[in-house]
């Protein structure tokens, strides 16, 4: 299975990469657009990222993934309004996850749509999850998500996210016979540093549940431990980031990569995640 996986990698990455380069020879000529010329206040971007598991809010969900997402931005004079389609879709077998035994789900996707706002370095999202850790026998897997960040201009970033709207609202028994009912408006805060290095990126983030969360009973259903955990504040993700983005054609192509190495206290998961990226910007 270890060998099946990293050939997934290998395909994914390379894939990327192959069509980088390719659309990175075709734009190397001097574009023949006007300097005078203003632009649009509409901005299309179009990406997708490989990646050798995915994560989220620190615990890891699945192994090698893929990561298509399409945003559409309009500019006002001091605001900007978006709209963003995002979907994961990972393999089975994921090499980047330990304990194996604590990895929560092999074959996993996701679809997200989000609209959102900023202003500044203020940023405020709502996003609708259409994923299998929320659903239930009875219900959907939708599932609408809040988030208010803000950045400051010296890397420091802060966001809390929570739970509006919550299928998994239904009762279940615990490993101990006793019944216990998940919640909406459960919440993640993260603070995240960022800071350029010589050519690098570096980032470090710290993130934790401030009370009860579905993310654990969820999928430790059967520990009773792990549900415990769910129902206190507890921390779920230290990480640490190194990344550069290599850009061509007046910024309009970008090449991400990193390697992130992440850790969740409350699960004992860990993993190095290595992502790639593609990435096309146009201003219309």
Known sequence: MAKQTIRYAIVCLSAIFLSSWALYAQSVEPSATSEEESEGPWTFSAQVNALSMYEWRGYMTGGVSLQPELTLDYAFPSLDIYADLWYNHSFEGGFATFPKEKSMIDVYSELDFSLGLTWKGLDFALASYFTPLYASEDKTSFALDATLSYTFDFGL???WSTLLVDPTEVEKEKADGTIYTRRAYSSYAEVSFSHPVWELDLGARVGFVPWESPYIDCIFV?????VDLSRKLHFSKLALEVGHTFTFNDDRF?????????????????GLQLTAGFTFDTIF
């Not at 390697?259 to 699960?267: F, R, S």
């Open 254 to 270: 970008s090449l991400p990569v990193g390697l992130n190495v992440l850790y969740n206290p409350t699960t004992l998961q860990w």
């Open 157 to 159: 970033g802060l966001s």
């Open 222 to 226: 059967d520990d009773s431990k792990m």
